[in-house]
């Protein structure tokens, strides 16, 4: 597979994203820049975490506006595969690309710490290697992951089978003491309607590589591969 990795200013795990698809798994891999008005023919679009555009006025308020952002817009809605990791999904959400926002986290700190997740979802090309209901650990950091929708929008991305990854105890209990951040019923990870389109905050390319701590951020990856 062929994988684009956009780059805005302020973007500062795009290497970490390269480095696990191109080294780990032996895929290639391209950098894309934020003004850059095509895509090059890739299989996926990886919008890394960061601070783009330096966080001002909203988290990715900013970077939906670059150059690229009109081409992965296009991309995504032809069914090309696009995953936003923190920042990333940041990007997404301000690119109604994915419904709802992320907000300030509700103790009004930065985060940046190991968490569990419950998989909640298998529809997606990028978690179908995983069953439902399987505990993962990745990294989050983060201020702005609380993730929030209104009432239909809830109800839908439940019909639909959109969200992916709740926050969870060891034991996968989705309780209120494992939410890190506030988010609406501890939603990690949603992806949109038709499953080509994934955004979540923690960060699997963290955690690709067991001299990292561990390897459950790889299950995204090999399942899309």
């Keep these: 597979m062929k994988f684009g990795v956009v780059v805005f200013p302020g973007s500062n795990c795009d290497r970490d994203c390269h ?39 909203r988290c990715g308020a900013i970077a939906r506006f670059s150059p690229i952002m009109k081409e992965v817009v296009k991309f995504a ?9 923190c920042n990333g999904f940041q990007i997404l959400t301000e690119s109604h690309l994915l419904p709802g926002a992320l ?7 930065f985060i940046c710490k190991t968490v569990s997740l419950r998989v909640a979802g298998q529809k997606t090309p ?18 702005e992951g609380n993730y929030f929708i ?14 992916l990854f709740q926050y969870c105890d060891e034991r996968g209990d989705v309780t209120d003491r494992a939410n890190p951040n506030g988010a609406l019923e501890n ?16 960060h699997p390319e963290r955690a690709s ?10 299950w995204l990856f090999e399942s899309l591969l």
């Design 187 to 202: 939603i990690a990870g949603i992806s949109n309607a038709k499953g080509n389109v994934v955004g979540l905050m923690p």
């Design 209 to 218: 590589e067991t001299i990292l701590g561990g390897e459950d951020g790889r």
């Design 103 to 109: 907000l300030r986290n509700q103790g009004l700190h």
């Design 19 to 57: 480095r696990v698809v191109h080294d780990v798994l032996g895929q290639e891999a391209v950098y894309i820049w934020h003004k850059d008005s095509q895509l090059p023919k890739l299989d996926c679009v990886i919008l890394p975490g960061g601070f783009s555009y330096g966080d001002y006025l």
């Design 126 to 143: 990028f978690t179908q290697k995983v069953s439902s209901g399987k505990i993962l650990k990745m990294p989050i950091a983060h201020m």
């Design 150 to 163: 209104d009432e239909e929008g809830l109800k839908r991305l439940k019909e639909n089978g959109q969200i």
């Design 77 to 85: 809605n032809d069914g090309g595969k696009v995953l936003g990791i």
